[in-house]
């Protein structure tokens, strides 16, 4: 088992940038894939961004295309997500999920990754 917590959540203005931290502990970490999922309220779990155990397969999703990035640092036992260009709609609570199993075509689908943060709050003001 392997247990994931965010940080670095907080308050930035639009156009800001902010840097998400997964870090983890239990079970060796870089043998599993990594995503970040965010939900705000009322709305379901929304697929932002995926990288396999290796560092090699990353997949965005459109909405945070060219302002996101997910990378991971295997010595640090930490997957990051470097957002930028930040807007208002981006608010809500950022979720690190963790699997060793999971296929990439099906990392979009949240109900299918094992491991869960507790999230960390993010959010934009106009």
């Known amino acids: 088992q392997v247990h994931v917590a965010e940080s670095g959540g907080g308050l930035v203005q639009a156009g800001g940038s902010l840097r998400l931290s997964c870090a983890a502990s239990?079970?060796?970490?870089?043998?599993?894939?990594v995503g970040w999922f965010r939900q705000a309220p009322g709305k379901e779990r929304e697929f932002v961004a995926a990288?396999?155990?290796?560092?090699?397969?990353?997949r965005h999703a459109d909405s945070v295309e060219d302002r996101f990035t997910i990378s991971r640092d295997k010595a640090k036992n930490t997957v990051y997500l470097q957002m930028s260009s930040l807007k208002p709609e981006d608010t809500a609570v950022y979720y690190c999920?963790?699997?060793?199993?999971?296929?990439?075509?099906?990392?979009?689908?949240?109900?299918?990754?094992?491991?869960w943060g507790q999230g960390t709050q993010v959010t934009v003001s106009s």
């Open positions: 999920a963790a699997d060793d199993h999971l296929l990439d075509t099906d990392w979009g689908t949240a109900r299918l990754w094992k491991y």
């Open positions: 239990g079970r060796t970490f870089s043998a599993y894939n």
């Open positions: 990288i396999s155990w290796s560092g090699v397969r990353i």
